[in-house]
């Protein structure tokens, strides 16, 4: 059975689209907020779709951010082989990390974004949304 891209939800997108893609990463300065955007390499079997697509994640309302590794000059990009993503609830992820108070306003749950290869990247975001779009030509280098 052939899917189009409508069809597809935010795991599949992971599980099958962002394992072999090139992550470039934006910080916004002022907001703090962040902007991952995936050059996706490859279209998995069975989905019926004629372009290039690029993944874009924006991260809103960052609890926590943790990045390890050095940045490469000579790619200028990061390669992906795994990501994930998934709902925690906020009071289990404040208490594991020694906070024992949770502000009544406080979401009820956060998004968790995990991708890991070449680096190793952990966003805890309270607002998150995504999309997806064809590459443009003067990105296919990339």
């Not at 072999?20 to 050059?39: G, K, P, Q, W």
């Not at 790619?75 to 594991?96: A, H, N, V």
Request: charged share 25%; net charge negative.
């Amino acid at each position: 059975m052939t899917k189009n891209i409508e069809s597809l939800t935010l795991k599949t997108i992971c599980n099958q689209f962002l394992d072999n893609a090139n992550l470039n990463i934006y910080i916004d300065n002022t907001s703090h907020n962040v902007r991952l955007e995936f050059f996706v390499f490859g279209i998995p079997a069975g989905v019926s779709i004629d372009f290039s697509p690029v993944v874009t994640f924006d991260c809103k309302n960052i609890i926590s951010y943790q990045f390890k590794k050095e940045w490469d000059e000579q790619d200028g990009y990061y390669r992906i082989l795994e990501t994930d993503i998934k709902q925690i609830k906020t009071k289990d992820f404040l208490k594991e990390n020694g906070n024992m108070f949770v502000d009544e306003n406080a979401p009820k749950n956060l998004w968790l974004i995990e991708v890991i290869h070449a680096i190793s990247l952990k966003i805890v975001c309270a607002d998150f949304n995504w999309s997806i779009r064809a590459r443009e030509e003067d990105e296919c280098d990339r």
